[in-house]
């Protein structure tokens, strides 16, 4: 869909706005809102501002682990249309006009409007003005400080801001245009979000059924005598993981006795990541010339994690060798004429889908998996064959499901960066859109 630019433009001050429509008007953000402080309401609602969700009860998400204080009677009370800023985050966008009534921390900025006649505004264009991209750039440019993360956006910088104003009534009619616009997009993203995670149960659902049941619809089976496991193949065996596997702990780091004598690059928990292993800038500990066959990493072992996220896999496929931390285990078959970690690979994938590595007491993830404890966990072994077709079955599956997943998820980029696009468009006087509501 095209649209149409206004007929007459004219130049401004501002000339990091360009251009813009020659009726509208060019006014300094002081004029149009004035800097709130009104605290002792600690039993209103906690609210926080996300630069993807603009203001939101706190408690509606579960990404903010920012713990409040327990005093709340400084926090700034903020009613339905107040401008609520993270002045640290302003630069990311965290800034927006809250829907809601409730209260915000003290380090926050909170503002009122108070412009009136043609100064006049309505609240939900200057939520979408104030977020759009050029604004951003804005507050990043205006804001000080020497680390990034600690950039502050003082109020008088801020309010220096020039805003862009149309009619009211044009104001009413781009966040009508937007509303509607942006909620037909995010709706497409949502479908294309849902679609996706459909995709990774059905990939999850099809390892969990292939390493446990095999490729062949018709064998005979038997009980495994394992609740999660279920039936396996007959002639599969079903035993502990150290019947099979040789497991071991990497080495404690300890920088005190860095001699660098003897310096070898270390995986650490974080460079083993589902299916992929980082190897650049790795650091580097002693590992002495009796340690080397027992810390070495050589082609083909299975790197699990043992903290953080329990279970998180990868094989080494490096012709050259390395070294681990403490934080993994290395699990190598006992005789590679029975044992493949490519089957190992997905048969951890799926205990950690199906949360094996749990506590059977309260269900909480376990903060470590001792190695003794991995040992002792039972699963179902295939012969070598079988483990090397079901193995190259998956990762062909993981291929396909793989690329369709990208292919959406570009998808869902580029329709993020027209919503992006249309917003800037609209509140800056690019596109025309009165005609369109």
């Not at 099809?206 to 049941?213: D, G, N, Q, Y």
């Not at 980082?278 to 002693?286: G, K, R």
Request: glycine share 4%; aromatic share 10%; charged share 25%.
């Amino acid at each position: 869909m095209t649209f149409p630019s206004y007929d007459c433009f004219k130049s401004i001050d501002a000339d990091w706005l360009g251009k813009v429509p020659s009726h509208w008007e060019v006014v300094r953000l002081r004029y149009l809102f004035k800097r709130v402080k009104r605290t002792n309401c600690p039993e209103k609602e906690l609210l926080s501002v996300y630069r993807d969700y603009g203001v939101i009860p706190k408690n509606s998400r579960d990404d903010n682990h920012n713990k409040p204080s327990d005093d709340l009677s400084p926090y700034q009370l903020v009613e339905s249309g107040d401008l609520v800023m993270n002045k640290m985050k302003a630069w990311q966008g965290s800034i927006a006009i809250s829907e809601y009534e409730g209260i915000v921390s003290p380090a926050y900025f909170v503002y009122s409007f108070s412009g009136v006649g043609k100064n006049s505004t309505h609240s939900k264009y200057v939520h979408y003005l104030l977020r759009s991209p050029a604004y951003i750039t804005q507050y990043m440019a205006r804001s000080k400080g020497i680390r990034v993360n600690q950039w502050d956006l003082e109020p008088e910088a801020f309010e220096h801001i020039e805003v862009l104003l149309p009619t009211i009534e044009e104001q009413k009619t781009i966040a009508t245009f937007l509303d509607r616009e942006t909620q037909r997009i995010d709706s497409l993203i949502e479908e294309k979000q849902n679609f996706i995670k459909l995709l990774k149960e059905k990939r999850q659902a099809l390892i969990s059924h292939v390493v446990t049941k095999g490729l062949n619809p018709n064998v005979e089976m038997q009980d495994s005598g394992i609740e999660w496991i279920g039936q396996v193949p007959k002639h599969w065996s079903v035993c502990k993981l150290s019947y099979r596997y040789e497991v071991l702990l990497g080495k404690m780091l300890d920088e005190k006795k860095i001699t660098k004598r003897h310096l070898g690059n270390y995986l650490r928990n974080t460079d083993v990541q589902w299916g992929k292993i980082n190897t650049q800038n790795l650091p580097a500990m002693d590992f002495k010339p009796s340690e080397i066959e027992r810390y070495q990493v050589l082609k083909g072992d299975l790197l699990i994690c043992e903290g953080g996220e329990v279970g998180r896999c990868a094989i080494w496929k490096n012709e050259h060798s390395c070294f681990y931390q403490k934080a993994l285990h290395r699990a190598r078959p006992l005789q590679t004429e029975k044992d493949s970690t490519n089957f190992l690979f997905y048969v951890i994938s799926d205990a950690v889908n199906q949360k094996r590595f749990e506590s059977a007491s309260n269900k909480a993830t376990i903060a470590h998996l001792p190695a003794e404890a991995l040992r002792k966990y039972v699963f179902a072994f295939p012969p070598l064959n079988e483990q090397i077709e079901i193995s190259t079955f998956l990762d062909a599956q993981h291929t396909i499901i793989e690329t369709l997943i990208e292919e959406v998820s570009l998808s869902i980029e580029l329709l993020k960066e027209h919503r992006t696009s249309l917003i800037s468009a609209s509140v800056t006087g690019k596109i025309d859109v009165r005609e369109a509501v």
